[in-house]
Structure formats: C-alpha cells, structure tokens
Nanobody, 125 residues
Framework: VQLQASGGGLVQAGGSLKLPCGAS????????MGWFRRAPEKDRRVFVA?????????KYADSVEGRFTISRDNDKNTVYLEMDSLKAEDTAVYYC??????????????????WGQGTLVTVSS
C-alpha cells in the first residue's frame, strides 16, 4: 500500500489543523493505521495516534490525548488526524503508516510496514 500524507502548514498556537492521509490499493481496511511525528533535530519517530481496521479502537499518546482525534473513512481509503489546541511542541514532521501486525503493536513504529512521506506542521507561539 502507498500512503500520501498532506495538510501540513504553519498555524498559530491554539489553532487547529486536519491532516489527511490517502492510501492506494484495495486492502486499506485490513490495516491498522497510525500517525507518528518526528520533532526538529530529533531522530526518532514518536507515536501520536492509532486506529484499528474498522475504526472501533483508537489509541493516543499522552501528550495529545484530548486534543487530537484520529479517524478513518475506509470508503475513501483515508485516515485523518485532527489536531486542536496546537502547541509549539507539536511542531514536527507528521507521518502516517500502515500496520499489518496485530493491533496491540499500534504504538510501535518498527512494526509498521508502510510509511507515507511526511508532512510538516509548524506551530508558532
């Protein structure tokens, strides 16, 4: 599956942004989907949010719980990350990824087989 994340940009602190990630292929609904981010001058991609194949289960990093919402539309082969109450520390390149392993691995980046190219979100304080 090929993934294409978009929607990044510059936003003021306290603002909102919604990132879509489109997927090619006909097996989108067989993948758990995740969002990760890599902060400036950091090497690691850190888990942000994940959603199970049918959308029944979601998981969030503590740092974004209550501010970010992950959702998916399997008819459109798209997963979304809606980000509200943005903070300067949310500045990062955001990546979507597809997991073919069991959902229990949703927060582990090394378990994901497919990655999008990333979209930059910059939050000005």
């Amino acid at each position: 599956v090929q993934l294409q994340a978009s929607g990044g940009g510059l936003v003021q602190a306290g603002g909102s942004l919604k990132l879509p990630c489109g997927a090619s292929g006909h097996t989108f609904d067989s993948f758990t989907m995740g969002w990760f981010r890599r902060a400036p001058e950091k090497d690691r991609r850190v888990f942000v949010a994940g959603i199970s194949e049918r959308g029944r289960n979601t998981k969030y990093a503590d740092s974004v719980e209550g501010r970010f919402t992950i959702s998916r539309d399997n008819d459109k082969n798209t997963v979304y990350l809606e980000m509200d109450s943005l903070k300067a520390e949310d500045t990062a390149v955001y990546y979507c990824a597809a997991l073919s392993e069991p959902y229990r691995w949703v927060a582990i980046p090394s378990k994901y087989a497919y990655w999008g190219q990333g979209t930059l979100v910059t939050v000005s304080s």
